[in-house]
Every structure is written in C-alpha cells, then in structure tokens.
C-alpha cells in the first residue's frame, strides 16, 4: 500500500469498477484527519497491466478556487487522477497541489495483497498485505460491500477461510492452474455435436469470474437437460445459462491443486508384470426371501458382514431396496430390532421437522441479514431447478418433488452449516428420494451417504485432490502405458475424472445402474476405495482408444464426458474387482497401494480402518471360515495360477 510520486504515475490506467460513499475508517499510517473522510472505492488498472484498489477522497474533487483557470486547472488535475489520464509536468503551486492530492490516495496492489474480510452486515470491508495485520478498513455508507467483493473477485482467485466464512484469501495461481484454463480454452475445437455451446463457451474461461467450484465438471453432460421445444430447431438457445455455469466454475479446482508439486505427479516406470487379471463373475441381486432369512424373531439383522458380502457379489433387489438401504446409510442400525427401529424413526422424524422449521420461519428481514444463508438458499433452488429433470419422478411444472427435494436440501444447510450446500449434492440426493419417495427417511439416508463423501464437497478440495492423486497412482501401477500416454498428454493430473468421483459416478449411469453401483460401494468390500478401481477399470476399458488416436488433454476429456449412460454396471464392476486381485497379487506391490487400499504396508505404520473387512471373519482351527454360525470352506477361482478367495457361493447355497 502505498502513494505513488508524480514522477512515478503510469501513462495511462482506466478504473474499471468504483463505488461511491466508502468512509475511510482505519489505514496504517494515514493521519487522523483522514479517517471518517467520504471517498470513492475503485479497482484500477495501470498501464502496465497491473491492477490496484484505489480510495480517493471526495474533497479531491471539490471546487473551490477564486478564479475560473484555477478552478479548471484543479478539476483537470483531479480528473487526471480519477479517470487515469496523467498529467506528468505540471508548474508551481499546482505540482505541489497535485502531490498533496496523490498523497491522499489509498492504493493497495492486488499484487501484494493477501486477505480482505466483510463485516458488519456487508457495509464493512478490511484489507490486509501483512499476514495478520488489517492494514485498511472502510465503511460502505450505502452497504453493498458485497458489489465491491464480487467485483474484486473478477481479478483475483479467492478462497474463504474455515475459521470466518466472510474472510477471504488470495489464492496465489500457479504453472498447474494455468496449464489446465490452458487445456479448456481449447475445448471449443469441437463443433460437430450438440453440445457446441459448450465447448465454445469454455474458451471465455480466462475473461470471466471464478467464483464457485467444481460446477462445470458436474454439469458439463447435463445440457440435453436445457433443451425444450422452443427457438430453432426445437432447442432453445442455452448459451447465457451455460455461460453462467461455466464461468463459475474453476477456481475451487484450480485452488484444490495449488500445494500439489507437478513431481507428484511424475510418472514412475514400473517394469515387473502384474500376474494375469481373474475374471470374477457377478451374482444375483440379494432376494426378498434371503433379506427376510437374515432377520432374528425381533427383525435385527444377523451375520453383518455376510449380508455386505451377498451385497458386494449382487447388489440389492428393487423390491427391499427401501429397507436395505437405510442399513447401509447408517440410518438403521444393523443391531435394532424393529420395536427399536419405530421408536429411532420417531425421534428422527421430530429430530427433521424441528431443523426445517428453522428456516422455513426465517423472516425476509433475517434473510436480508444473513448473507451465506441467502446465498446458499438461491443455490440449492437453481440447482433443484436443472436436476435429473428430463426423469418422469422430477419432470414438469410445480413438481412437487422437486420442492421436496429442495425442502431436504435445505434442511441440511441447517444440518451442517459448516459444509452447507455446495454444487453436485442435489445429484446424490436424487436417487435417494426418488427410491425412497419419503423425506425424512430421504434426508437421513442423505446424512449418511454425505458422511462418507463429505470431504469432496471441502473448500479447501483436499480430499478431491488426494482422490485424484491416488488415482494416478493406481493407473501407475495398474496400467503403466496408459499412465505413461496421460504424462505424455499433460493429463496425469486426473482432472477429467473430477466429475466421477465428486458424485460417484452419478453422470455416468442411469437410475437403475446408479443404484446398483452405489449400493455395491457402501458395502466397503472389496477394499477401501474400491470407487477409485472403477476409475481404472472405465480408463483401463478406453485405453487402446485414447493411445491409438494419439488423445490430448482435450479430448480425453471429452471422450470420457461422451462415455456417460454407456457403461455397462455389471461389467464395469467385474473388471475393478479383477483389478483389485491382480494388484493386490503382484510380488511387486508396493506400500504406496497398500495404504491406498486399506492394506498394511510392510515398511510399517498402520493402514486406514475398515469397516468390514474379510479377514475379520472368525475362522476355526482347520483354516474353514465361521459363517451364518456353521463352519464352512471357502470357495477359490483359480485364474492362469493365481487363486481368488471367494465364500459367496457357498453363503449363497445356505441361504436357499
């Protein structure tokens, strides 16, 4: 922050947003008798491209000379300094009149500055270019700091702080971020298909705002959604509702990877061979008749961990779906009989209306008040509006569905303020309340699926980051030529998967697929993070593809956005687990995968805890596994040498 000399001035600088009435309350260093005087806020660029937050205050402007040269001389003088045409030579008094008048402008470099925070109901704004020191405060007499802020953020990558959600830090960009606006600026090359406006719109990423996150990737298959039976062609024109899509859409990203050093994602060579892949058949779904054999006199479920086995083989029946998946979202306790169940669903029920009542009799006036409230109210209700819309359960007018899907939503803003709403979670809800059609039981099961997925929705994107991190690293080792093409493409870093993990895949399948996947995941078998093998199973299938046509950044992306609704489930599923066994066989596996997969590593130290896991399973003295209360052998496939433990056909044949 500082005053620039007469000699110093650029030639020419241009203010490219101001707000009047900003009273100077506090600034390091400025005497007294400037603090509470009435100014101008603007945001400047100089002539060398530069940009700067300008306080000028308003009695620069004031005319109140004797004679009509002088008076003009001073205005001229004071319009040079607010429209940025400077003056460089000017003579006697009024050289030291200009100086004097410079000396009473703020200027902060954008530069140099580090934190700024919004106060006092948006009326109030603070700057800092020093960690931990308010270098300059002003007062918006009008309000609307908020104008300033998201003006101010046009030029700046920002992210908010966990401690203060109105405090906001520069994100300093880096080579990475650069080369990946680089990589989507690209993307209008393609102009052959209906989702042009897209790929044409993406090229406007350096000129436009980043102000949320993860938008564009979440939505970029979303467009058919748009089109209706209006303009030409019967489709109407989507280009401002995409624009405004995309233009939100990567900062949180970009901010997601600014701690990830590019040697991360170096490319190790890998020379040992895994063993063969075993192809392991998928089961029948777990049946009316087995859900009901697995219950007690009192409707408490027995032998846990062989239920998640039979899930994990089969999925789920359509017909207990209801039922079965509120034990796998941690809605119902496994261990609950069904007297125990009523009375749980009861206080949960009370537990829901009792936090939806806190907003829906919030006042317009306590709205007005509550800045991120209203924000995150008008977000849920833009994306409720564009959700899983061309299905029959959410399509039409007044649907109200889609009220009570945003009633859910809602509701977990007052659920966990902290995480609030963020863009992508009315796709996990979705199927949710379309199977269960109920909104308490919806909400609860919401709870627990975002109990575990939580950490994609993070500010700081460190749990997306990590995710993308340990996918390289599998597809390092379980697919080192397709790992070495995306190193070649400068597409190691993963982001064109961002989409499938920050909602597990929700764009990539139908209802019935989704349901399918999702409920075979939560059963946390086979391993954790079985979700990111299916990344490298999807990737593994497409690699002779995207090698043999030689694919760039630009079109991998593309070519894994086409994949959407045409994954085959029960395939897809069958080749991670193949991949599982084969990596987890290799002689050569090392502790990085170990702790990837919830294995310990043998250099020591502890792997993450597993839920189920089938070492868990009590086994008796002749090396048989104890399971539904009898002693049993365990079934194995063999596969080109390579033994695969399998108990499910043998649980199967005392289930029937």
């Not at 050289?95 to 106060?119: C, G, N, P, Q």
């Not at 901010?255 to 050093?261: F, I, S």
């Not at 189920?612 to 596969?639: H, K, V």
Request: charged fraction near 25%; aromatic fraction near 10%; charge should be negative.
């Amino acid at each position: 922050m500082s005053s620039s000399s007469v000699e110093d001035i650029p030639e020419q600088c241009k203010d490219i947003f101001t707000q009047d009435g900003v009273l100077l309350k506090a600034c390091a260093g400025r005497p007294i008798t400037d603090l509470n005087s009435i100014g101008m806020l603007c945001i400047v660029q100089n002539g060398d491209g530069s940009k700067c937050i300008e306080w000028r205050p308003n009695d620069l402007i004031t005319i109140d000379s004797d004679t009509q040269d002088q008076e003009w001389a001073v205005v001229n003088t004071i319009e040079i300094i607010s429209i940025g045409r400077r003056q460089r030579t000017l003579s006697g008094n009024m050289t030291s009149d200009y100086a004097t008048a410079r000396a009473r402008i703020i200027k902060i470099s954008l530069d140099e500055l580090k934190t700024f925070k919004v106060t006092r109901n948006s009326q109030q704004m603070h700057f800092s270019t020093k960690p931990g020191v308010w270098q300059a405060t002003f007062y918006f007499q009008h309000g609307h700091a908020e104008m300033f802020v998201a003006n101010l953020k046009n030029h700046l990558k920002t992210a908010k702080t966990r401690h203060d959600r109105n405090t906001y830090v520069v994100v300093e960009p880096n080579q990475e971020s650069l080369d990946l606006n680089r990589s989507f600026a690209e993307l209008n090359i393609f102009t052959e298909n209906t989702t042009d406006v897209v790929w044409n719109l993406v090229s406007n990423f350096k000129q436009r705002p980043y102000e949320t996150t993860m938008e564009a990737f979440s939505k970029l298959t979303d467009i058919e959604l748009y089109y209706g039976n209006e303009g030409v062609n019967g489709k109407r024109d989507v280009s401002e509702e995409v624009a405004d899509l995309l233009t939100k859409s990567m900062s949180g990203l970009e901010d997601a990877t600014t701690v990830t050093k590019s040697d991360e994602y170096e490319v190790i060579s890998v020379k040992p061979t895994l063993p063969p892949r075993p192809n392991i058949p998928r089961g029948s779904p777990l049946s009316t008749e087995k859900w009901e054999g697995l219950q007690d006199t009192e409707g408490r479920i027995i032998e846990v961990d062989g239920v998640r086995q039979l899930i994990f083989r089969g999925g789920v029946a359509h017909s207990i779906r209801q039922s079965v998946w509120k034990y796998l979202l941690d809605y119902h306790p496994w261990n609950m009989s069904h007297s125990e169940l009523r009375s749980l669903r009861k206080k949960k029920s009370e537990e829901y209306f009792s936090m939806k009542l806190q907003w829906r009799s919030m006042t317009e006036g306590q709205e007005n008040r509550f800045t991120e409230y209203r924000d995150r109210k008008s977000l849920v209700e833009k994306d409720v509006n564009r959700t899983d819309r061309t299905h029959p359960f959410f399509a039409g007018d007044n649907n109200p569905n889609l009220l009570m899907l945003q009633d859910i939503l809602m509701t977990y803003v007052m659920y966990n303020f902290d995480l609030g709403y963020v863009q992508g979670m009315s796709d996990i809800l979705a199927p949710l309340l379309l199977l269960l059609g109920n909104e308490v039981d919806s909400f609860w099961c919401f709870v627990g699926f975002m109990d575990k997925i939580a950490s994609n929705f993070d500010m700081d994107q460190a749990g997306m980051k990590q995710q993308l991190l340990q996918l390289q690293q599998l597809i390092t080792f379980a697919s080192p030529g397709l790992a070495q093409h995306l190193a070649a493409k400068d597409s190691a870093n993963m982001y064109f998967c961002f989409r499938w993990l920050l909602v597990w895949f929700k764009r990539e399948f139908s209802h019935r697929d989704i349901m399918r996947l999702w409920e075979v995941l939560w059963t946390g078998l086979p391993c954790a993070n079985f979700h990111l093998l299916i990344c490298v199973a999807i990737l593994d299938a497409e690699k002779d593809v995207l090698i043999s046509r030689d694919y760039g950044f630009t079109e991998i992306l593309k070519h894994v956005n086409d994949l959407s609704m045409s994954l085959d489930v029960d395939t897809i599923l069958s080749a991670a687990e193949g991949i599982y066994h084969q990596v987890v066989s290799a002689p050569h596996l090392t502790d990085q995968i170990r702790i990837i997969l919830g294995l310990t590593p043998l250099g020591g130290g502890s792997a993450p805890p597993e839920d189920t896991d089938d070492e868990d399973a009590p086994t008796t003295a002749n090396g048989t596994t104890s399971m539904f209360g009898q002693d049993i052998e365990e079934d194995t496939l063999e596969y080109n040498g390579l033994e695969i433990t399998i108990v499910t056909k043998t649980v199967w044949a005392l289930l029937a």
